[in-house]
């Protein structure tokens, strides 16, 4: 066997770094324009409406579960240095026509949504980034490197608000560069923002970015994606079968995992508008404390479980977080007597608009007041039967629950990671890790529509019901298959567990 240099050893973990910075980008490509998508509709095109940006902020989504199986498998047979580069350059390349969606005469909200889509499909490096960390960590690594790797994407999407927020320093007029039609205002400067650290990874990856493998017990190999002879030994550890029923098993894991919280995301503003009677001002400003704070606690929890993991293993800890959110879904279930505030206004007055199916659906950041109105309608909305006898959810329930799914959330979404690339072991990872980054994408788009539709029609009692059930499904399932969650070289018996 050939121990690993320190050369290697340094040049590996500098990679590592690059991919930690593609992902966090990557994050950051999302959410550094998505408190402002809206408003820039609304001023390019008039003709979009509340549906249409349900499809762009969808298109995101879209494009990285199209995308990531397909970079998966590109990984698996070429450098990574070629998906990670193109994905990037596509996401820099939608990111600049995302500036220039302002210039055609009509149709301007289908170049925003190609823009967009595009970006997801860029981001479906993620797909990459997380096979080549697989095979360039051993197994002791690979848990604190899937955790890094998670928390920068966490970071990426709570700093992107926060980017976003320093540019509307700029307006909304800004400056106009006439000699390439640019307007450089609040709402194009976050994507060419974006685009600049987009072609600072390119560099990076030229640059730093290298191809190297170590086996699970850190011994340094040759790499199938290596554009020249590597030193190390042809890892012989690789001959046997995936476990493919742990695989679909993992799948389905993270699906509910990432479902769970997209709902739990979505249903944030109109359940605290209906139960509390909030206003919409004061449904996104608390909110957006609480999923600031939640943000927070995630960071500090990827943090955490690299330590807490070491002591009990994966298993232990992706069930001990599956518990903690439903618990946490559990705890929103009303258990009162006391009833929500009615929109009995809306009776008297027909004029005053109601809460509808399509406004549900519509991010908290596109719901404005009417023009012609100077009252806001608060409470639980007629319209909605389940108002009249279902009980309220009380303010220290909700809080109870953001905490608790706050903390079982970031501990199943690294587990899951870890776990899949373990049982994966020394085979190409590529397209595994997209169809997982895939499975994950269309959670993040089912789940929205899921809880509105639930929600709108029959309450939270249902709604919230109907998670927990999913939950308890999983636990179920992750019982069934708990022994067979185990690493490739474990499975075979090359290492003991």
Not at 471 to 486: M, N
């Amino acid at each position: 066997d050939v121990v690993e240099s320190e050369e290697h050893y340094k040049s590996r973990w500098r990679s590592i770094w690059v991919m930690y910075l593609t992902m966090f980008l990557s994050s950051v490509g999302f959410s550094i324009v998505i408190m402002s998508v809206w408003p820039y509709l609304q001023k390019i095109d008039p003709t979009a409406n509340g549906s249409f940006l349900g499809w762009i902020i969808a298109s995101y989504s879209i494009g990285q579960m199209v995308s990531s199986p397909v970079f998966g498998l590109w990984s698996n047979y070429r450098p990574r240095r070629e998906p990670l580069v193109v994905s990037t350059a596509i996401s820099v390349a939608a990111n600049c026509l995302y500036a220039y969606v302002h210039v055609p005469h009509s149709h301007n909200k289908y170049y925003m949504l190609t823009a967009r889509a595009l970006v997801g499909f860029g981001a479906g490096n993620v797909a990459v980034v997380r096979s080549y960390i697989s095979g360039a960590t051993s197994l002791k690594e690979r848990t604190s490197a899937m955790a890094n790797t998670s928390a920068c994407q966490a970071v990426g999407f709570i700093l992107g608000p926060v980017f976003q927020t320093c540019f509307t320093l700029i307006g909304e007029e800004g400056i106009t560069w006439k000699l390439i039609d640019l307007q450089l205002n609040m709402y194009t400067a976050p994507v060419l923002f974006g685009a600049l650290l987009g072609i600072v990874n390119i560099i990076l990856i030229f640059a730093i970015f290298r191809e190297h493998r170590v086996d699970d017990m850190g011994r340094q190999c040759k790499s199938v994606n290596s554009e020249g002879e590597e030193s190390g030994v042809q890892d012989q550890d690789a001959e046997g079968d995936v476990d493919h029923v742990a695989v679909v098993a993992i799948n389905f894991l993270f699906f509910v995992v990432l479902f769970v919280f997209a709902v739990f995301e979505t249903i944030a503003t109109p359940l605290t508008m209906d139960m509390y009677s909030w206003t919409r001002k004061e449904a996104v400003f608390y909110n957006g404390i609480i999923l600031i704070v939640v943000g927070i606690e995630s960071v500090t929890v990827f943090m955490v479980v690299k330590i807490l993991a070491k002591r009990t293993g994966e298993r232990a800890m992706l069930h001990g977080g599956l518990l903690i959110v439903l618990v946490g879904f559990f705890i929103l279930l009303p258990w009162g007597k006391k009833l929500p505030n009615i929109q009995w206004q809306e009776i008297k007055n027909n004029s005053i608009p109601r809460t509808t199916y399509t406004e549900m659906v519509m991010p908290w950041w596109s719901w404005q007041l009417p023009a012609n109105h100077t009252a806001e309608p608060v409470g639980c909305p007629i319209t909605q039967s389940w108002c009249l006898n279902t009980p309220m959810i009380y303010l220290a329930q909700y809080i109870s629950s953001d905490i608790l799914i706050g903390l079982g959330y970031p501990v199943c979404h690294v587990m899951s990671y870890t776990l899949y690339s373990k049982i994966l072991g020394p085979k190409p990872q590529g397209t595994y890790m997209g169809w997982l980054t895939a499975s994950g994408s269309g959670a993040r788009i089912l789940g929205p529509v899921f809880v509105s539709q639930v929600y709108t029609h029959l309450g939270p009692r249902w709604a919230f019901s109907l998670i927990c059930g999913v939950v308890v499904a999983s636990l179920l399932l992750l019982e069934i298959v708990y022994k067979r969650l185990i690493a490739f070289s474990v499975r075979y018996g090359r290492i003991q567990e």
